[in-house]
Every structure is written in C-alpha cells, then in structure tokens.
C-alpha cells in the first residue's frame, strides 16, 4: 500500500478554507489509531511490577512478557498494506479496533501468564496495523497542500497516546492506595490500566464509520464517481476533479512495485542505502528510548523512588516527550534532517552518560544518594527531550525520503521490520541487564548513542529540500 505524492497543480490540491475543518477531522480520527499506538505501547509500564509479584516470575520471563507484544507488531506491520489494499483503508482501522478492543479486555481479566501473552501479541498486530494504516490514509485523503502538516498527525497522537497512559496510570495507582495490586472496582489496579484501553479502542472504532474511505482505495476498486464525490469533500467543488483522479490513477498505473528482490546488491547483499536505512532503525532503537516507555516505573522503584512517585515522573517525562516531538516539528524543514539527528546524539550521550554515572553508585537505605538520585531523574528527562526532538522523528522522515523511488516500498518494509526487531531485543534484555548491572546497561546505550554521531556523518545524506525523484 502506497500514498500519491504529486506536487500541487493550479487550481487543484487546495482544501478551501471551509473544507479545512472536515480535512482535519478526517485526519485527526484517523490519527487516533497513532493514540491508541502510543497508548498500548506504554500502558503496559505501569504493570510491570505487579506482574512480576503475582506471576512469581524472574527478569527473563518478564521481559518476554513485555517483548512479546512486539512479534505481533512486527506481524501487524509486514501485513496491514496488504490487507488494506484488499479490503480498503476503513475496514482495515475498524479491525485494528475491535483488536484493541479484545486485548484490552483480555490483558485486563488474564487467569494465566501465557494467556496475558497471548493478548499482548493480539494487541500488538493492531499497533502494527495501526502504524502502517493511519500515516498512509491520511497521506491519500490529504489535499497535497496541507499533507505535511496534517501527516505530522500520527506523530503527535502517538506522544500525546504515551502521555495519557501515563497520567492514568498514575490517577488510579492513586486511587489504589499506591499498590499495583491494590483493589479497584474489584480487580487489581494493574488489570484496570491495561482494560481501560476499551474507551479509546471504540472511540477509534466508531470515529471510523464518520470518515470517507480512501478516494486512491476506491480508483483501485472501479469506484470512480465515488472517489470523486471524497475529493470534492476534502479539496473543495472548486477544484478539478477530473485532473485529479487522472493525476491519481497515472501515479498508480506508474508505479513500480518493489520487491525484497529489488533491494539485493552490492558487497554485502542488500545495496550500501539499504544497510543505512536499517542503520538508522536500529540506532533509534539500541540508545535504549524504549526502556523510558516500558520499565521507566520499574527503574525508579529499583532505585528507592516510591512507587506513585515513580508513575508521576513517567508522566513527566511523557510530557517532555511531546514537547521534543514539537520541537521537531518546527526544525526538521528548517534546519534539515542530518543536522537534527546530530544534535539529538550529542545531547543523548549526555543525559545517557549521566545516568550511568548516577546508577554506579550503591543504593543507601535502599535508595540512591540524593545527588545522584537528582542527577539520574534530570538526565532522563534530558535523555528524552534529546531523543524526541531528532531522533524520534528525524529517522521516519529519512526512510520516507532516502530510498529511491523503485526500491522505496521494499526498502522501508526492511528498515520498519529490523526497527521492531531492535525494540523486541532492548526491551527482552533490560530486565536481565539491569539486574546484572543497570550502570553497565546504561553505558551500552551511551556506546550506542556516541557511536550513532560517526554513522550519520560518513553515511547518511540530507534530504531537506530534495525531490522524491532526485533520490538516486
């Protein structure tokens, strides 16, 4: 599943500005599958803990817990284009949630550790459906004038998702007394954080059924007039609807379907823009950004910070997050790509090497020194204002723009798929690592952040400004 990107003509592929707010709306409801891909992602931190204590469970098999809704995304994502391409846009949401629906629901009433499992995985395809639908749908409804910022979407509903989950995490850890366990609405806190999911997941449903399927999906499927009537609703009466499926349908009969085939080649069997696309993947990953998201409440509590405590400063740093997304946002177009991603590098080997430096020191009544404890909470919020605002959007942007147009499919299918691989393995390993030395583990991250400098330096070009075309 592919998005038109044709450049704007005169007199078409400009929403006027009474069509502006329904162009939002459709946006903005299709984004709510980015919500519920943050939501889901990091939900599970505020469980963490009373997993382990209920399961009996060592860091192997609660890491595998954690992981595993991880395989499902991998899953989710290597198939959702083909699904919607077969099924439509809409449909496939509307599958992605009633699969939100049912993990929910079955994350939050487990009677077995393996069941729990079983309902991250099915949980986890609807992110990777998620991920793959919401950016492609909104990039095909989208007028060509306005795709950029409203593609910026999923991106910010995927923050503002983390953020939320994190601030109800914290409300009902409160509302239990400060106990994962604790009673709420007669089960443990822990199970009503992972079931509170259902009301977005049916939001996202039901926000599904008030939006046009994609104009691109219907010229797919003979449905012509239809996807005229959905241009004239997002890009006004006034523009000409005729050039545009004609632009559409031109852009698909033209397009070159890529295959794995396609990306073969060269001393070390993919081509050298290949190997940099998935280097990319895996620094964003191996610098360990996902701990902050999955066990931030686990690593605090390990270090003597009091567990509701711990759950409000996993918000905070949500909230940086969103803050460094935004920041991104405005930078990324100005100032370019591969001047971002530095940036971001050098302040994450800061912030990383602080924390390892902060978590060297023996806990002393269970709890670090004052000093370093500061140090150590200062530096992570650091560490994920860093990340936010370069890494964590700069490198979606780079795969969508680096890989020439006969490869761009295939090519951004393996550096997708090797990202989720490296978020399965840092998340699968910090439990053990941490365990064995968590100052150690933090210099692993800080080896691979200083390291991500040199890479983007010799390997990566800039794409700021540069047509699609020009991507050799």
């Known amino acids: 599943m592919t998005s038109t990107a044709q450049a704007p003509q005169p007199g078409a592929g400009t929403a006027h500005p009474e069509h502006l707010g ?22 599970i931190n505020g469980a963490v803990e009373a997993i382990r204590d209920r399961y009996h469970i ?12 991880l395989i499902g995304c991998a899953i989710g994502a290597a198939t959702a284009g083909r699904i919607a391409d077969r099924i439509g846009r ?24 393996w069941d729990l499992a079983f309902w991250r995985i099915v949980g986890g395809f609807a992110i990777g459906m998620a991920s793959v639908i919401g950016p492609a749908y909104i990039a095909e409804v989208a007028p060509p004038a306005y795709r950029g910022r409203l593609g910026s979407f999923q991106q910010a509903a995927i923050v503002v998702g983390i953020a939320i989950s994190q601030l109800v995490n914290w409300g009902l850890l409160n509302a239990a007394g400060g106990n994962q366990r604790g009673q709420l609405m007669g089960l443990e806190a822990w199970q009503v954080m992972l079931g509170v999911m259902v009301i977005p997941a049916v939001l996202y449903g039901m926000l599904s059924f008030a939006i046009p399927e994609s104009p691109r999906f219907l010229l797919s499927v003979g449905k012509r007039e239809r996807a005229k009537e959905i241009l004239a609703e997002v890009e006004g009466k006034g ?13 698909m009969r033209s397009e070159h379907k890529s295959t794995f085939k396609d990306l073969l080649g060269g001393g070390f069997f993919f081509k050298p823009i290949v190997w940099v696309g998935i280097g990319l993947s895996v620094f964003q990953q191996f610098v360990g950004i ?10 605090w509590q390990s270090v003597g910070v009091d567990p509701t405590q711990s759950f409000f400063y996993s918000f905070t740093t949500s909230i940086i997050n969103i803050i460094g997304t ?53 530096a992570a919020h650091v560490f994920v204002l860093f990340f936010a605002l370069s890494w964590g959007v700069v490198v979606w942007v780079f795969l969508g723009e680096m890989f020439p147009n006969r490869i761009r499919a295939a090519a951004l299918g393996v550096a997708a798929s090797a990202q989720w691989i490296a978020n399965w393995a840092i998340t699968a390993s910090f439990p053990s690592l941490a365990s064995w030395n968590l100052s150690a583990t933090y210099i692993i991250y800080t080896v691979f952040a200083a390291l991500s400098i ?19």
């Open 22 to 43: 329904h162009v939002i709306f459709i946006a903005a409801a299709a984004a709510m599958g980015g919500f519920l891909f943050g939501y889901d992602s990091s939900v």
């Open 58 to 69: 060592g860091p192997a098999a609660l890491a595998q817990v954690i992981a595993i809704a």
């Open 90 to 113: 809409i449909r496939c949401m509307q599958i992605a949630s009633v699969l939100f629906t049912i993990s929910a629901v079955g994350s939050a009433l487990p009677f077995a550790l």
């Open 239 to 251: 523009a000409d609807l005729d050039a545009r499926v004609g632009e559409i349908e031109h852009a």
């Open 290 to 299: 996902n701990v902050a998201f999955y066990y931030s409440s686990t690593l």
């Open 326 to 378: 935004v920041i991104a946002m405005i930078f990324v177009d100005r100032i370019g790509r591969k001047p971002l991603a530095l940036i971001g590098s050098a302040g994450m080997v800061v912030g990383l090497a602080l924390e390892a430096w902060a978590f060297s020191y023996d806990l002393v009544d269970g709890k670090l020194p004052a000093t370093q404890g500061w140090v150590a909470l200062v």
């Open 454 to 472: 040199p890479f983007v330096l010799k390997f990566v070009k800039e794409t700021k400004g540069k047509a699609l075309e020009e991507m050799g």
